[in-house]
């Protein structure tokens, strides 16, 4: 169908003309329906022609089809015939199936149960198993812990113990070395004082040279004014002689003209001669006057002479003199030397003291190095009284946590104590009440059995075996938790007694089983006795009540002194020297795969009917043999015997 | 001979074991005048009373475990006390000690008694401990006969 659409834009068309072409397009739009209506019908005929022709072809298939079915039909009919005697058949097998599927299930029923009972006890075997691993696990890390912080301790206490020792030796060192510099500064004291007793002397010495320089500059001084003096005289005397040498001249002189007046006189004596002649009287005077002038030329003579000898002497002292002054000029030369001399020393002396002094300031300095040593020296001690303080600080610590673990060890014990003691006590209480239930069964047993159905009976029966158990296990738990509370004292003692004090209290077993214990050897034991007593009390009546019902129950026991080299148990030390107690039976033994397990508490092999017992016997026992620091094993054999060896240290 | 009739004093705290002892004691071939008490004050005080105002007891069956004052203080004021310390006192307990034991054997009881779980061997006990506590010379046995058994070959009818 086509649909005529206005594709002029109304604006584009005048308004007037509106009308006319509204009527031209609905008689357009008419003419199109009746086009479309017959090209319609057209196509309907040509279709419905098509579909006769295709159901001409559709019944010509169908009565093919009809003849297949026909055919199969007749094959069906057949083949059900043949089905319904393979289903008879097959009923039948069924049938037999039925029959062998119901004993299979049976059969599967008791596997099923017996794989339940079988997986149970695997499940709780595999259980213990875990538990036995876990604790042995948990054992073996406690114990591999403790050994670590024992290691870890003792490692440490050796390193403090090495420590200690270094600083011990340090300080030892220190001291000798203090010691040794105490020494040295008194020994520098004493060479100081020494130095200062010397500077002193020197100081004194100088003193003395300079009091004899002074006293040597006086007398030099002193000798200076005497040669001045004496430099005076001789001047004086050289004066005099001067003096004298014109007092000489003018006495020769005089002694000249006197020569001359002489000659003058003999002239005038002469002519006196004459006049003496004439004048001899007057000669004569003259004469005597002559003699008496010859008197005084020899007078004057002698004295000349004597003025000759005087200057000689004079000049023999002038001699003497400058020699004298010479010798102290050469005594003032040695003067001057010595002076020299002196002064050198002094310059040396000055020179060693300035020597001294620099040596004092040396050991000064080294005084003051040493007293920096010193007080480095002090400063490591103190350095190392500190590392000391803090090992020891260290020590503490280690010490407290010690003391903490060992209080925790204490804790525990306390509180392991607390439990067998709470065992104790409750097992202890225990006893009372189910006592009183026994006396009172067995009073209605006695007295109104008449009253009672045999049911009844039967019932107050069972009760009472019940309480009877129920009586031997608080008691085996008491003797337990005994072992493990009382006090322990060793006490040296022979086995003999113990097996003979055991004896008798199985006296009724033994003769009724006419059981025979022997004792092949004995040695001195050191045991707790009590504790002693009460485990060959559990292993002969062990041997006692595991015997074969038809053989006579023997035991032996035997006790020798070994070392662990002789008994072959990797468990003991080779040097250490063990008791060796053995009990040995011919009961019914056990298998060797019980052999850790027996001693465990509450572990039995038998039921309570055949071997009656609480499973805690032997756990006592290892107990006991444990607060000996032994160890026990078992060795058995089904049906031939058991044998027990204990080692306990000797 | 055991005296006719033969005194007797029982201190136990615990009714029913009083109960026991007194039927056991009926069923004996024996006449018997029996005074219980419950605790060692009351006993100690009877035992004074009686002392003043006759007859004394011949035997004291003494519990341990009692209020107040217990069966050790008990023994060791009556050992100290003129008149009473020659009272045979005979231990009835329910428990056993071998410790416990040796230690009262030292202070001075005559014999242990642990109270037996069957009646009839209740009886037996108390009739054994009557006899030898009522003989002439009741001086301490040695100390492995100590500990009643009630081993007799029978009660005479």
Redesign the interface.
């Known amino acids: 169908m086509k649909t005529v659409k206005m594709t002029t834009p109304p604006s584009m068309v005048p308004m007037e003309a509106l009308p006319a072409i509204k009527k031209d397009f609905r008689s357009v739009k008419k003419l199109d329906r009746q086009v479309i209506t017959n090209k319609e019908l057209a196509f309907q005929s040509n279709e419905k022609a098509d579909r006769i022709a295709e159901l001409t072809i559709a019944k010509k298939e169908l009565a093919f089809q009809n003849k297949e079915k026909a055919k199969r039909a007749a094959e069906l009919s057949i083949a059900n015939k043949e089905l319904a005697f393979q289903n008879d058949e097959k009923e039948k097998r069924a049938a037999e199936l039925g029959i062998a599927n119901k004993e299979l299930a049976y059969q599967d029923g008791e596997k099923e149960k017996r794989a339940a009972e079988l997986s149970i006890a695997n499940k709780e075997l595999a259980f213990q198993n875990k538990e036995k691993e876990k604790r042995a696990a948990e054992l073996s890390i406690a114990n591999k812990e403790l050994a670590f912080q024992n290691d870890q301790k003792e490692k440490r206490a050796e390193e403090l113990v090495v420590a200690n020792k270094e600083l011990a030796y340090q300080n030892q060192v220190k001291e000798k070395r203090a010691a040794e510099l105490v020494i040295a500064n008194e020994e520098l004291a004493f060479q100081n004082k020494e130095k200062e007793k010397r500077a002193a002397e020197l100081n004194i010495a100088n003193i003395e040279l300079a009091y004899q320089n002074d006293e040597k500059e006086k007398r030099a001084a002193e000798l200076s004014i005497a040669n001045e003096e004496l430099a005076f005289q001789n001047e004086e005397k050289e004066k005099r002689a001067a003096e004298s040498r014109l007092a000489n001249k003018e006495l020769a002189f005089q002694n000249k003209e006197k020569e001359k007046r002489a000659a003058e006189l003999s002239i005038a004596n002469r002519e006196l001669a004459f006049q003496n002649d004439q004048k001899e009287k007057r000669a004569m005077e003259l004469d005597i006057a002559n003699k008496e002038l010859a008197v005084q030329n020899q007078v004057k003579e002698k004295r000349a002479a004597e003025l000759n000898i005087a200057n000689i002497e004079l000049a023999f002292q002038n001699h003497e003199k400058e020699k004298r002054a010479a010798e102290l000029n050469i005594a003032n030369i040695e003067l001057a030397y010595q002076n020299e001399e002196k002064e050198k020393r002094a310059a040396e002396l000055s020179i060693a003291n300035e020597e001294l002094a620099f040596q004092n300031n040396e050991k000064e300095k080294r005084a003051e190095e040493l007293i920096v040593a010193n007080k480095e020296l002090a400063f490591q001690n103190d350095e190392k009284e500190k590392r000391a303080a803090e090992l020891i600080v260290a020590n503490k610590e280690l010490a407290f946590q010690n003391n903490e673990k060992e209080k925790r060890a204490e804790e525990l014990s306390i509180a392991n104590k607390e439990l067998l003691a709470f065992t104790y006590v409750s097992s ?1 209480d225990l ?2 009440p ?3 239930i ?2 009172f069964v ?2 209605i047993r ?1 007295t109104e059995s008449a009253n009672l159905t045999e049911k009844g009976k039967e019932f107050f029966c069972r009760i009472q075996e019940s ?2 158990r129920m ?1 031997t296990l608080i008691e085996d738990l008491l003797a337990f938790s ?1 072992v493990n509370t ?1 006090e322990r004292i060793f006490v040296t003692t022979d086995l003999q007694s113990i097996i003979e004090e055991v004896e008798a209290e199985l006296k009724e077993s033994i003769e009724e089983k006419h059981a025979i214990v022997e004792v092949k050897e004995v040695c001195p034991i050191n045991v707790i006795r ?1 504790q002693f007593r009460q485990l060959m009390l559990n292993l002969i009546g062990n041997a006692l009540k595991f015997s074969h019902p038809q053989v006579p129950p023997r035991i032996v026991i035997t006790c020798k002194n070994q070392t662990g080299r002789e008994l072959n148990n990797e468990k003991l030390s080779l040097e250490k020297k063990y008791c060796h107690i053995r009990i040995s039976d011919n009961g019914i033994g056990f298998e060797p795969k019980f052999a850790e397990r027996i001693f465990e508490v509450f572990q039995k092999l038998h039921d309570k009917e055949e071997y009656a017992g609480t499973g805690i016997g032997l756990a006592i026992v290892k107990k006991i043999v444990e607060n000996h620091n032994g160890i026990i094993t078992a060795t058995g054999e089904l049906h031939k015997g058991a044998r027990f060896d204990i080692y306990i240290p000797a | 001979m055991m005296p006719n009739p033969v005194i007797l004093v029982l201190a136990d705290d615990d009714k029913d074991d009083c109960l026991f002892f007194k039927d056991a004691l009926e069923e004996l071939p024996l006449t018997a005048k029996l005074t219980t008490v419950h605790d060692g004050e009351q006993l100690m005080k009877l035992l004074i009373d009686n002392s003043v105002a006759p007859p004394p007891p011949h035997v004291l069956f003494l519990d341990l475990n009692m209020p107040r004052k217990n069966g050790f203080e008990v023994l060791a004021e009556l050992k100290l006390d003129e008149k009473l310390k020659y009272l045979p006192v005979i231990i009835f307990s329910t428990s056993y000690e071998p410790d416990v034991a040796n230690l009262l054997y030292k202070k001075g009881a005559q014999y242990y008694i642990r109270k037996p779980a069957d009646f009839s061997q209740l009886k037996k006990v108390i009739y054994q401990a009557l006899l030898l506590a009522t003989e002439d010379n009741s001086a301490q046995p040695a100390k492995e006969n100590f500990v009643l058994k009630g081993d007799l070959e029978a009660i005479p009818s």
Request: avoid cysteine; aromatic fraction near 6%; charge should be positive.
């Open positions: 202890h006893q009372e189910l006592r009183k026994q006396t067995s009073r006695d309480s009877k009586q005994r009382a009590f």
